[in-house]
């Protein structure tokens, strides 16, 4: 009897540790298989990358290359997108009309039309898979990868030839207009919200410059040219002037080398100013027209506004009603400023709570406008967040009255804010520091 007690017992052991030793291959295998998943998803992403550049060269253009880059960055000039062919970081717009520009590679692409494939050409500045990101030299953003299934983003193919083929696309011949608010009744508010704006570009239905890939890598593809026109950002060789901003044969758009040159405007970050930035797209006619984007109304439906650190993209703070007039060599702000301008000669320079060198960055920026209280002699300059809530705690600013949602900021950010709804896609550039505004590096022109 012992002995048949000791067979069971041995039998038992062997199960028990055969049975484990099968929930560890099992857990092993499991995850085994997620790894080769994400492997097999990089290497396609890779071989992405790799056909993009490509289409670089072919174009006449100098494809970037992560072992030897043809520029390298100071600390000081902290330049977060490394692709960037050159920057001219002079802000006197006495002496460079334009203000601050920067150089970026130009792909061509093909865009659907209701009359079939257009040929077009667009940037790409962050991607959500850090090896594409690297391979590209642009910003790695894995937040973006939230944006697949929202239907706030478009799928796009690689035709036979190489070329990315978009679902969407965008029509660069409307003529932007704006005109200014009147001042309210209790006198805080003028300028902003506008009475009417009319963009000066918009997209179709299908169009998102969040582009899923077929590798499922999520790109910011943003459209700057096709035949219909070009970008409201891309400047005129004589400065800002709006009468030829539709001009193919504009110099600051270059498909023979594969590089385009577009406005940078400037924003406030953790107190420091120089927060340059790109506008492409936004979800909002309103402010597609004030600062020159695309309207893109696609946008509305990506990944949520009011939330972070969920969500596929960041809160930043415009102002409604800032200064406008430079009291202390700090500048102006506000939404009213930069409508009361002609052709946005002037920016916003909203406040940003976080800069691409955090892997919660993200392009697309949910707005959140804050309203003075007090007199505009009296109004600071916004400089960063906390400032904000400092403000908005001694109720110094208060959430625009224009505010769509009515529900609080849900992060850490700020419990006091409430979102438009509006989204603005502003990749940030770089931030440099005082010492190298004046200065260029790189080639900021085309040849």
Known sequence: ?????????????????????????????????????????????????????????????IPFNASNPALSFTSEQNVFL?????????????????????????????????????????????????KMAKKLGVIFSPRMAAAIGSGGEQNAYFNRRGRLVFEGSVDFSPKRSLVPGP????????????????????????????????SGVVINAQMVANSTGLHDRIPNPDG????????????????????VVMQ???????????????????????????????????????????????????????????????????????LNTASLSDRQVQDPTNTFPIDPSDQRYAPMWDAHITEFTIPESERPILRSFDQINQLLADGTLIPFRGNAN??????????????????INCPVITQPSESVIGTQIGSPRNR
């Not at 009468?243 to 600051?252: A, F, G, K, R």
């Not at 109304?297 to 406008?324: D, K």
Request: with cysteine.
């Open 240 to 259: 800002n002037g709006p009468e030829q901003e539709d001009d193919l044969n504009n110099p600051n758009f270059a498909p023979d080398q594969a590089s």
């Open 406 to 423: 009515p529900s609080p900021l849900a992060n850490s950010l700020s419990d006091l804010l409430t979102a438009t709804g509006a989204i």
């Open 183 to 214: 001042t309210s009744e209790d006198g805080l508010l003028f300028g902003f919200p506008p009475a009417q704006v009319n963009p000066g570009a918009i997209a179709s239905p299908e169009w998102s410059s969040y582009v899923v890939l077929p």
């Open 1 to 61: 009897m012992k002995n048949f007690k000791t067979v069971l017992l041995s039998l038992f052991v062997v199960v028990l540790f055969s049975s484990c030793s099968n929930d560890d291959n099992q857990l092993s295998e499991s995850a085994s298989t997620t790894d080769d998943s994400k492997s097999f998803k990089s290497l396609k992403a890779l071989k992405e990358a790799k056909l993009l550049l490509s289409s670089i060269k072919r174009d006449g253009g």
């Open 264 to 334: 940078l405007l400037d924003g406030w970050h953790d107190g420091q100013p120089y927060y340059f930035h790109i506008v492409t797209d936004t979800s909002d006619p309103g402010p597609a027209t004030i600062e020159l984007g695309v309207f893109a109304p696609r946008l509305a439906n990506l990944p949520t506004f009011g939330l972070f650190p969920g969500g596929s993209m960041l809160p930043f703070s415009p102002t409604a009603n800032g200064r406008t007039t430079d009291t202390d060599g700090f500048g102006v702000q506000g």
């Open 82 to 130: 490394p692709s960037v062919l050159g920057i001219d970081f002079r802000i006197d717009r006495s002496v460079v009309p334009a203000g601050p520009t920067a150089r970026f590679p130009m792909f061509r692409g093909l865009e659907t039309t209701p009359n079939g494939l257009r040929r077009c050409y667009y940037v790409i500045t962050e991607a959500s898979d850090k």
